[in-house]
């Protein structure tokens, strides 16, 4: 990449988050492999991010390459409307074996959020075929759920990057957080919250959506399973349809393959995404039970009325297929643990540094919650020098790294967050 074309993109090109005045500078990757991006200087640094929770195996896998070259032989991509092809039906095969029984057809679309506006619609549709003209969905606070508007409307609105628009969304129900930690004590008083505000509003709430155990984007924070099993009774005893949001946290990432197994507890609807194509493609899921889908399909409408051009792209299916393959030789779950193991041993003692609030460590994600705010641009400048990539928020440093990190690239990892909060400037 010329001087040129890194010009180009500063002036030309949007970036998540970003501003097209006064943008915040950009790494050139020109390849990846394994663990490591390689910059256009030539220098591998260590990836910490799995480019946002998606590239579980690694770069480059060789496995996830092969799928793709297989399929893009044969097809890459026709129109799902009036057409199906083997990878589309193979994956969806697959999801419905992975997930609970009660899950049983499939929706394909091309992002997390997408899934979600799916699901918010198959709630509407459900109570419309019902006769019930139900439109408020209940959350928590810290939520999110994804970027486009319905996602939007059930993110924490006051704690969330979507408070700008908050005049244009439609208006939502959110419960108090959970305050109990994840496999800390539960605190009885953590359902008070969700239990009036469902109790009072019950025939007019079409769904619950939720991220299970892992509040991302919302804080990183992990919360008590016991919470999810009380939301489940509540949903159960008012016939409230339970939706998890499993786009960050499904396919292994927290020691469960899916985060809601930590509580024991069945949704009636389920979000994929992410890590479902091993970070090559864009694909996510919404899956949901027999009922749900049979009763939408029996209104006057017949249909869910949502098709998206990219549906059931053969290639995404094909390689999200070959990535639960690799799953399911269980070598994740060593790997995980492993992660986890190096996590509570050398991340989580920086609780006692005198810049950080709190240390949480679950599966392969590892948080460190400072007192201050983080120049962003600033600190990624000092992790790219270091030769690792982290993308903290907020006061948030945080790791998700590809499960095949070896504990030596891990600890560098670990070393150079340590380092880092040792830097005054790095802070506001
Ligand atoms: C829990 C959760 N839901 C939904 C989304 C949105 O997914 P996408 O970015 O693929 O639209 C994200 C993305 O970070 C997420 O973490």
Redesign the pocket.
């Known amino acids: 990449m010329s001087q040129s074309d890194i010009l180009f993109d500063y002036k030309h090109i949007w970036h998540p988050y970003s501003s097209i005045i006064n943008p915040l500078p950009c790494y050139s990757v020109i390849s990846a492999k394994g663990v490591y991006l390689k910059l256009q200087n030539g220098r591998n640094i260590i990836d910490g991010m799995s480019s946002?929770w998606s590239a579980i195996h690694g770069y480059n896998h060789p496995i996830l390459n092969k799928s793709l070259k297989k399929q893009i032989k044969k097809i890459s991509h026709v129109m799902f409307g009036g057409i199906t092809h083997p990878s589309a039906i193979l994956l969806c095969r697959k999801l419905i074996k992975l997930t609970p029984e009660k899950l049983d057809c499939v929706f394909l679309s091309d992002?997390?959020?997408v899934s979600?506006e799916v699901a918010i619609k198959m709630l509407m549709q459900y109570w419309k075929s019902l006769g019930q003209n139900r439109t408020k969905i209940l959350t928590i606070r810290n939520s999110?759920?994804?970027?486009t508007f319905a996602?939007m409307s059930i993110s924490d609105p006051e704690n969330s990057i979507h408070k700008i628009y908050k005049k244009f969304l439609p208006k939502n129900l959110f419960a108090n957080a959970p305050t109990s930690n994840f496999n800390q004590e539960w605190n009885a008083n953590d359902i008070i919250s969700f239990q009036t505000i469902i109790e009072k509003n019950q025939l007019h709430i079409a769904g619950v959506i939720l991220?299970p155990i892992v509040q991302?984007?919302g804080g990183m924070k992990f919360y008590h399973s016991i919470f999810l099993k009380k939301v489940e009774e509540l949903c159960k005893y008012y016939s409230i349809p339970l939706v998890f949001?499993e786009?960050?946290t499904g396919f292994g990432r927290t020691g469960k393959f899916f985060a809601f197994q930590h509580a024991n507890v069945i949704p009636d609807i389920l979000c994929l995404?992410?890590a479902m194509t091993g970070g090559t493609i864009t694909l996510?899921a919404t899956l949901t039970s027999r009922d749900i889908a049979q009763t939408i399909s029996r209104s006057n409408i017949g249909c869910l009325m949502h098709g998206p051009t990219y549906m059931g792209n053969p290639l995404a299916c094909s390689v999200a297929y070959a990535n639960i393959k690799i799953l399911e030789t269980n070598e994740w779950k060593k790997q995980v643990i492993n992660i986890e193991k190096e996590l509570l041993s050398r991340l989580f003692p920086l609780i006692e540094h005198p810049r950080v609030n709190d240390v949480r460590v679950l599966g392969a994600i590892g948080v460190v919650e400072c007192k201050q705010h983080i120049n962003l641009e600033l600190m990624q400048k000092f992790f790219v020098k270091h030769g690792v990539w982290i993308r903290p928020f907020k006061q948030l440093i945080y790791i998700v790294p590809p499960y095949i990190i070896s504990t030596k690239n891990l600890k560098k990892l670990i070393n150079v967050i340590q380092q880092s909060l040792n830097e005054n400037i790095l802070f506001f």
């Open positions: 946002w992002s997390g959020s979600i999110y759920h994804g970027d996602a991220e991302g984007v949001d786009i960050a995404g992410k996510a």
